[in-house]
């Protein structure tokens, strides 16, 4: 529903929704105002600050640290990651470090999860155990 709002939408029903309340919700924007029923709009609410603290998070992280947290969803040891940006293992392990700190993410399935949730990368392919 936020992309729903986002798209310029005044109200919104689900098909739930009793004919009264119907009623109310064409009322109400046709006067000119928004109409969410309460439930609705919650959940919607509930997601919109769900997504922009998940944007915060990310917009957090530098260029390289974006990398790193890719190369580490991906299965990627220090050493190949290394070894995949040219940089040293010790670099690495800062920036691992600082992924961490900052988006407050401690074990690698989370920041695997975090980075698929964010489609910085997808899950593995034929490996129904995996994201």
Same mark, same amino acid.
């Given at each position: #529903?936020?992309?729903?709002? &986002? +798209? =310029? !939408? @005044?109200?919104?029903?689900? *098909? %739930? !929704?009793?004919? !009264?309340?119907?009623?109310?919700?064409?009322?109400?924007? =046709?006067? $000119?105002?928004?109409?969410?029923?309460t439930e609705d709009a919650e959940k919607a609410l509930n997601q919109f600050v769900k997504s922009k603290q998940d944007?915060?998070?990310?917009?957090? /992280?530098?260029?390289?640290?974006? &990398?790193? /947290?890719? +190369?580490? +969803? %991906? $299965? /990627?040891?220090? *050493? %190949?990651?290394?070894s995949r940006l040219g940089i040293s293992i010790r670099t690495i392990e800062?920036? @691992? $470090? =600082?992924? #961490?700190? *900052?988006?407050?993410?401690?074990?690698? !399935?989370?920041?695997? *999860?975090? +980075?698929?949730? &964010? $489609? /910085?990368?997808?899950?593995?392919?034929?490996?129904?155990?995996?994201?």
């Amino acid at each position: #529903m936020v992309r729903t709002i &986002q +798209a =310029g !939408a @005044r109200g919104y029903l689900s *098909k %739930e !929704a009793s004919p !009264a309340e119907l009623v109310k919700a064409i009322e109400t924007v =046709g006067a $000119g105002d928004s109409f969410f029923a309460t439930e609705d709009a919650e959940k919607a609410l509930n997601q919109f600050v769900k997504s922009k603290q998940d944007e915060r998070s990310r917009e957090q /992280l530098t260029r390289r640290e974006v &990398q790193v /947290l890719v +190369a580490i +969803a %991906e $299965g /990627l040891g220090n *050493k %190949e990651t290394a070894s995949r940006l040219g940089i040293s293992i010790r670099t690495i392990e800062a920036h @691992r $470090g =600082g992924v #961490m700190r *900052k988006l407050k993410i401690h074990t690698i !399935a989370g920041l695997t *999860k975090f +980075a698929i949730t &964010q $489609g /910085l990368t997808a899950p593995l392919e034929g490996n129904p155990g995996v994201l």
